[in-house]
């Protein structure tokens, strides 16, 4: 096993000067050396997708793809890939077994060093899509294929830490005498989907909060009969998902200017994903009412057995009453009573004051660095540049996160 620490590693000065500016010949892996995402046969990817060890609605394709066209700094992306034959995978005949879109080190972090990170769907979970019956061998090829390319680590970004593909890593590791690097960990709200919602959110909210809400609901009431509606066709979708852009552009992310329907090509993307993926089944778009009147809506994503509550949008006119906090109760007793749900993954941030009082599960979320080769060199390097980077900018988004939190809480 190798020992990674970070007094193995070069003085914080010289790590700092690589992360600030990028020297001349560098060493940087060769992005160009993978295809291109637009490369894999949708097909093969989807094939992957209904196979996958473990389910993330992020990484489906129609969602990643609409990503990669248009989505605000995230187009571009390259595809690590494992086929179950390496000499057939360009004429269609070997199998997909293994995905992960990835960016170089240095488009992620701006640190000039030799490793590929896990690309940004525009969701808070990057786990790779690796086939159930071939989990251990795509990891295999998959690290094979990232060394071919000249990149000495792989940092998967947020994945599911005890999940069935973080476990495939961690074995295939442990064989060749390695462990995965562990960069930060968080906890975040999920829901048992499988339980009685009734009694899931009298658990998590006790009486007294939810007669609160009854009462604020019955206030929201006045401005016309309550309605919580599910859009799932493409036609549907296709409505809905303007509400949801409207909604959420109505208050303060439009004043931070981070409210999707602000940029062109992050709107593109959520209207082309949405409606691809309610093709499938794979895309609901959840709204409440008073009377004619949207006053909170949310996308969701569904993959295999679980559901990934991307984002929320409210109208700020009400948020006296609550409206987020409404949808989301709402929207715990729909998947509730949906036998094909087992557990929602809320992908929010840790510690969020809406939904963590509401969903009680929780989820371990972690970044992870997996080392290429026995005994790397390069690797403590990488490593220590990371750790360096969150040190300097922690401060900043420990501000950042407490100011949204107090954002959020009237949603």
């Known amino acids: 096993m190798v020992e990674i620490t970070n007094s193995a590693v070069v003085g914080q000065a010289s790590v700092k000067d690589l992360i600030v500016k990028r020297p001349q010949g560098a060493a940087s892996p060769d992005v160009d050396a993978l295809a291109p995402l637009t490369a894999i046969a949708a097909g093969q990817w989807r094939a992957l997708a209904e196979r996958a060890v473990e389910p993330n609605g992020y990484y ?3 969602w990643e793809l609409a990503v990669n066209a248009s989505a605000r700094g995230r187009t571009g992306v390259a595809a690590l890939g494992a086929w179950s034959d390496a000499a057939l995978a360009l004429d269609g005949t070997a199998s997909l077994i293994g995905l992960v879109p990835v960016i ?7 640190i000039p060093l030799p490793a590929f990170v896990s690309a940004d769907p525009y969701g808070t979970l990057c786990t790779p899509l690796l086939d159930r019956g071939a989990a251990d061998d795509a990891v295999t090829r998959l690290m094979q294929q990232a060394r071919k390319a000249g990149a000495h680590a792989l940092i998967l970004r947020d994945v599911s830490l005890d999940g069935a ?4 890593f961690t074995e295939i590791l442990q064989q060749a005498g390695m462990r995965p690097l562990l960069l930060q960990s968080h906890v ?9 919602a009734d009694e899931l959110l009298r658990e998590a909210l006790g009486a007294k909060k939810l007669k609160e809400l009854r009462r604020q609901r019955n206030r929201l009431a006045e401005h016309g009969d309550i309605h919580f509606d599910v ?4 036609e549907d979708v296709g409505s809905a998902v303007e509400i949801f852009l409207n909604l959420e552009a109505s208050g303060w992310k439009a004043k931070r200017g981070t409210a999707l329907i602000q ?7 959520v209207r082309r994903a949405a409606i691809a993926l309610a093709d499938s089944g794979q895309c609901e778009i959840v709204s409440l009412r008073a009377g004619d009147t949207p006053v909170a809506a949310a996308v969701v994503l569904r993959h295999q057995d679980r559901a990934f509550y991307f984002k929320l949008g409210v109208d700020e006119r009400f948020a006296k009453l609550s409206p987020g906090v409404q949808l989301t109760l ?4 729909h998947f509730c009573a949906d036998p ?8 929010a941030s840790a510690d969020h004051p809406m939904i963590n009082p509401i969903w009680r599960g929780r989820l371990a979320i972690g970044d992870v660095l997996i080392p290429l080769r026995r005994g790397d060199a390069v690797v403590p390097l990488i490593h220590a540049a990371l750790t360096l980077r969150s040190m300097l900018r922690e401060p900043a988004r420990r501000a950042a996160h407490f100011i949204r939190n107090r954002q959020e809480k009237s949603a």
């Open 263 to 269: 940029d062109d090509g992050d709107a593109g993307f």
């Open 231 to 234: 859009a799932r066709t493409a």
């Open 60 to 62: 489906l394709p129609d």
């Open 104 to 110: 170089s080190l240095w488009r992620a972090y701006r």
């Open 188 to 196: 975040r709200a999920c829901l048992d989907a499988t339980r009685d």
């Open 165 to 168: 593909a973080m476990n495939s």
């Open 340 to 347: 094909a749900i087992a557990m929602a993954d809320s992908t």
């Open 330 to 333: 709402d929207l715990t007793r």
